[in-house]
T-cell receptor, first 115, second 114 residues
Framework: AQSVTQLGSHVSVSEGALVLLRCNYS??????LFWYVQYPNQGLQLLLK??????LVKGINGFEAEFKKSETSFHLTKPSAHMSDAAEYFC?????????????FGQGTTLQVKP | EPEVTQTPSHQVTQMGQEVILRCVPI?????FYWYRQILGQKVEFLVS????????KSEIFDDQFSVERPDGSNFTLKIRSTKLEDSAMYFC????????????FGDGTRLSIL
């Protein structure tokens, strides 16, 4: 079975500060890992994904995430927060083998960016 | 950029009534999904669909639910007899041949059961 835990349902940072959103996963098989962003009244937009190539993954809007197998983590970072980054962020895991495309999502983290 | 479109954006239905949520996936995608998000909760997988059949479904997707790709472009989710607990945001998603995880989500249909 697979699961995702996002530590911190709300994270608040100042504009220009580092963004760190935490995600830990549990998977009995090698995982694919994803971060999605959801702006108000919109669907989920793929930020980045880990699919077993480089462990440091770069995504859109300046975000990146590092896959750390030893820590079962896939934390999302951005060096400098922008007001437009305020949104809900979801980490998700999927299985590489026998994959039907099912994603297991975490509870989500709301990112607030203060001016 | 191509996108997944969902209609309607908001559906209000009386409990016990049937509802059909509609989705137009990206045209060259082969994998289709429905997810739902109850207010304040996480996004949950409902069903995946490939090659005109269900490839996986969750325990949420019971006999009240069905999916169909009636005409090669639309992808629908039907709830036969709605319950109050079906109130949620329903997201359609599609994935391409290269990687079947959903790459593109629609903006969702907010389903409110009265």
């Amino acid at each position: 079975a697979q699961s995702v835990t996002q530590l911190g349902s709300h994270v608040s940072v100042s504009e220009g500060a580092l963004v760190l959103l935490r995600c830990n996963y549990s998977s009995s098989v090698p995982p694919y890992l994803f971060w999605y962003v959801q702006y108000p009244n919109q669907g989920l937009q793929l930020l980045l994904k880990y699919t077993s190539a480089a462990t440091l993954v770069k995504g859109i809007n300046g975000f990146e995430a590092e896959f750390k197998k030893s820590e079962t983590s896939f934390h999302l970072t951005k060096p400098s927060a922008h007001m437009s980054d305020a949104a809900e962020y979801f980490c998700a895991v999927s299985s590489r083998s026998g994959n039907t495309g099912k994603l297991i999502f975490g509870q989500g983290t709301t990112l607030q960016v203060k001016p | 950029e191509p996108e997944v479109t969902q209609t309607p954006s908001h559906q209000v239905t009386q409990m016990g009534q049937e509802v059909i949520l509609r989705c137009v996936p990206i045209s060259n995608h082969l994998y289709f999904y429905w997810y739902r998000q109850i207010l304040g909760q996480k996004v949950e997988f409902l069903v995946s669909f490939y090659n005109n059949e269900i490839s996986e479904k969750s325990e949420i997707f019971d006999d009240q639910f069905s999916v169909e790709r009636p005409d090669g472009s639309n992808f629908t989710l039907k709830i036969r007899s709605t319950k109050l607990e079906d109130s949620a945001m329903y997201f359609c998603a599609s994935g391409d041949r290269v990687q079947n995880q959903p790459q593109h989500f629609g903006d969702g249909t907010r389903l409110s059961i009265l």
